[in-house]
């Protein structure tokens, strides 16, 4: 691991300091019981099962280093450690129980297709959203037409962004650092969307694509 990026040497500080101090699912699972009325407190059990088991598959270590609330009840924010020769990356994750919240910081540039946590879409569908947008927006006294000059207005109406790539067009998804209760913890630098080559990111993902993800990311770390 040859880091001479100060940004990356902070992150990946933090990440370590965390991972030691962090406890196991196993301990933190029967240290944090759901109350035995709250209707979707099955969730907690079958989550930390989950991480286990992924970590299992994996065959690299998970911890847990915070939580978020679903459903009332308390649920695991899992840190998994990727060492893969000299290099490492953190794979933060939470599960809202209808997708997951996920971030990444990586010792080295994480490379993979865009399609894989970001959403193709067409340009027929941004002018639509656009239309939509604009319409909503410009209700408001404040309105602030310039923003339509560029691909401004989309964190501007909904927290998402718009990233162009060639003739492809994806949609991001939101990193506000608030829809990541429990990954809070992280320095703001992680609060940016994946772009070719990041070294840290955060995204929301379809549980069918985490381990594709997991995959694509342990590539570039053999690949480093």
Request: hydrophobic content about 40%; glycine content about 6%.
């Amino acid at each position: 691991m040859n880091i001479d990026n100060p940004q990356t040497l902070k992150l990946l500080k933090t990440c370590f300091d965390l991972w030691e101090g962090a406890p196991t699912p196993e301990l933190w699972g029967a240290s944090s019981t759901p109350d035995e009325n709250l209707l979707w407190k099955k969730g907690h059990p079958r989550q930390v099962k989950d991480l286990l088991a992924l970590s299992h598959l994996l065959d690299f270590p998970v911890r847990i280093v915070g939580f978020h609330t679903s459903k009332s009840v308390r649920l695991p924010v899992g840190m998994f450690r990727l060492d893969v020769g000299d290099e490492t990356a953190f794979v933060f994750t939470r599960d809202n129980f209808y997708d997951l919240k996920v971030a990444v910081v990586s010792s080295c540039p994480i490379t993979m297709d865009y399609g894989l946590v970001h959403t193709a879409v067409t340009a027929e569908d941004i002018e639509k959203k656009k239309a939509r947008a604009y319409d909503s927006m410009s209700k408001d006294k404040d309105f602030d037409p310039s923003l339509f000059e560029s691909d401004a207005w989309l964190e501007g109406w909904s927290h998402d962004t718009i990233l162009r790539d060639g003739e492809a067009i994806y949609l991001c998804g939101t990193t506000s650092w608030c829809y990541y209760e429990g990954m809070d913890i992280l320095p703001h630098e992680v609060f940016q969307r994946y772009e070719h080559g990041s070294k840290a990111f955060v995204t929301p993902v379809r549980r069918a694509k985490l381990m594709l993800l997991i995959d694509e990311i342990m590539l570039s770390l053999y690949r480093a």
